[in-house]
């Protein structure tokens, strides 16, 4: 979830549909601690886990401006947990890929998106056993809007993001993304966050809807994320929640 998360943090700057400037970029440091009582089965419907799962994550995500419109991102991870079947730790995904600032003006911008990611021996997908899937292959398109003035309680500079993806997947069924973020500065340092996650795989295979709420504080070229994430409907998945800590660095 780093690159989703990732969508935004210091407003439209730091989104996925704005690329970064030639020769600027950010570092973002991930903590996740997600556990789950509760599972969705394949009507869709809660059931009792017969054993909690509990899945950590310590997630890198780092981009870099190559050039104006053309931005390098790195996805990696460090993941442990345990469920019924399995006690696992190992690395996750780790993923390479290129946005391309296909269009963009004051107060909007459209990107696009293509990676690589070689799986790990953790969990490279939220509903796969450890280990399985091996090499994917992702595109994804991002739109992004900003207000440049107040509008009612909403204060200048917040912003609204969606994105749709399409993951190509050796090991694990192909699958289709949609997330969406809205981000309010509602103090010049203080930053909002209203994000969800959703997505399935082919062939009625599982999916999922995760949602999640943060407050981030700038420091400097720093920033501190806090926050919680809970899956709240799928099939097939997990009814994983738990708290979020993230570390930002722009330079």
């Not at 054993?51 to 190559?66: K, M, P, S, W």
């Not at 103090?187 to 795989?201: D, N, T």
């Amino acid at each position: 979830m780093i690159g989703l998360a990732a969508a935004v943090l210091a407003g439209p700057a730091a989104a996925g549909a704005w690329t970064q400037s030639k020769g600027h970029g950010q570092v973002i440091v991930k903590f996740e601690a997600m556990n789950a009582t509760q599972g969705f089965d394949p009507s869709g419907d809660l059931q009792p886990l017969a054993v909690d799962r509990r899945d950590t994550v310590l997630g890198v995500f780092a981009e870099y401006g190559l050039a104006e419109g053309l931005t390098l991102q790195l996805k990696a991870d460090w993941q442990s947990g345990e469920d019924q079947f399995v006690d696992y730790e190992g690395r996750g995904p780790l993923e390479i890929g290129v946005a391309w600032q296909a269009w963009r003006d004051d107060n909007a911008a459209f990107s696009l998106y293509a990676g690589y990611a070689d799986g790990g021996e953790g969990r490279n997908a939220g509903y796969a056993p450890p280990g399985q899937g091996d090499q994917d292959w992702e595109v994804r398109a991002s739109l992004g809007g900003s207000l440049d003035q107040s509008w009612g309680a909403i204060p200048q500079g917040s912003y609204v993001e969606v994105q749709a993806a399409r993951r190509m997947r050796q090991g694990l069924p192909d699958e289709t993304r949609m997330d969406f973020t809205a981000g309010s500065r509602f103090r010049p340092e203080w930053l909002l966050l209203a994000q969800a996650y959703g997505g399935q795989a082919d062939d009625g295979g599982p999916k999922w809807l995760s949602v999640e709420a943060s407050v981030v504080r700038d420091i400097g070229d720093w920033s501190l994320q806090a926050g919680w994430r809970q899956t709240v409907a799928g099939r097939e998945t997990p009814a994983s929640g738990g708290p979020i800590i993230g570390v930002w660095r722009r330079f």
